[in-house]
């Protein structure tokens, strides 16, 4: 059966607005894993169902079942285009997941220098901990990521 959700993964836009025409709510509601159709659309690289859904008024921090944001999935994927455009139509750039990571952590962490730059660039906090009272530094530092290291120096100057 097709759904909101599926059509958001395959990029098929005309379905999308089918769904959000019969309930407007669809677009931010979750599938059964807790994903919404925004963080679908930008985890997928759909960036007209991304326009089609902000120009709707999606829930741009809407979160996922770990309280991921669909920021933190551009970051995560390395779309820059997607991060310039959530941060464009009002995403929090320093919402924190459920275990207090903020987009900037998922770009210290898997080592996203050009995400760091983008992020501090817009006023990412680098000073927030997440719940073990780690900063996007520390996690740069565990994983080894050294360039990360030096974009987050480099930012903060």
Do not use: C, W
């Not at 607005?17 to 807790?34: L, V």
């Not at 079942?65 to 464009?88: Q, W």
């Not at 952590?105 to 760091?116: D, E, N, R």
């Amino acid at each position: 059966m097709a759904d909101i959700f599926n059509a958001t993964r395959e990029g098929d836009l005309e379905s999308v607005k089918m769904f959000y025409q019969k309930d407007p709510g669809a677009i931010n509601q979750a599938d059964p894993r807790g994903y919404t159709p925004l963080i679908l659309a930008v985890y997928n690289d759909q960036i007209e169902i991304v326009n089609y859904l902000i120009e709707n008024n999606v829930e741009i921090d809407g979160k996922d079942g770990s309280g991921n944001t669909a920021l933190m999935g551009a970051v995560f994927k390395e779309y820059p285009a997607l991060v310039m455009k959530l941060l464009a139509s009002g995403a929090n750039i320093n919402e924190q997941n459920y275990t207090g990571a903020t987009a900037l952590t998922f770009a210290a962490t898997f080592g996203k220098p050009q995400m760091v730059h983008v992020l501090m660039e817009r006023g990412a906090d680098a000073t927030i901990k997440d719940s073990r009272g780690l900063s996007p530094l520390d996690h740069a530092r565990m994983q080894g990521n050294t360039s990360v290291e030096e974009a987050l120096k480099v930012s903060k100057r």
